[in-house]
């Protein structure tokens, strides 16, 4: 199961991606299991030497009773220091934030994908849509002969 911030792509160049752990209760991470997870309003923020996740909409678990999580929690991203300060770097840059790209499971441990990013203007937005129609056209086309 992938969650995917398809607005991301839309808005920003993705310059680097790296993959972070997350930290997550019980409840949380069933609701994650459910589908009920939505990165796309969601940023990191680097504070006092640790990376979280603001925004993150995870909904309440049904049967969690009074052990539910509050929904948008500030989450803890588990990284190396190296990888911290590279991170911390690359914000200091102008225009640059971190942008969750997708959430994953790997060998069973909820992993996102942290892209570092900076935003597109109108016209880059516009250039995209069109790179991308024409891509569409073309392998149309192509499929017909």
């Known amino acids: ?6 607005k991301a792509k839309h808005d920003y160049f993705i310059d680097e991606i790296i993959e972070a752990g997350i930290v997550l209760t019980g409840t949380e991470i069933k609701s994650i299991r459910s ?19 603001l925004n993150m909409y995870i909904g309440q678990y049904k049967e969690g009773n009074i052990f539910n999580h509050e929904e948008t929690r500030n989450r803890k991203l588990l990284l190396h220091k190296k990888e911290i300060a590279k991170l911390q770097k690359a914000i200091e840059q102008k225009g640059y934030t971190l942008i969750p790209i997708k959430l994953y ?28 129609d024409i891509k569409r056209e073309v392998e149309k086309n192509l499929k017909r002969y």
């Open 35 to 53: 589908g009920d997870c939505n990165i796309k309003d969601c940023y990191g923020l680097i504070k006092n030497n640790e990376v979280f996740l």
């Open 1 to 6: 199961m992938e969650i995917l911030n398809r």
């Open 105 to 132: 499971f790997k060998d069973n441990k909820l992993k996102v994908a942290l892209g570092i990013c900076h935003g597109k203007k109108d016209y880059d937005k516009r250039e995209s849509i069109k790179e991308r």
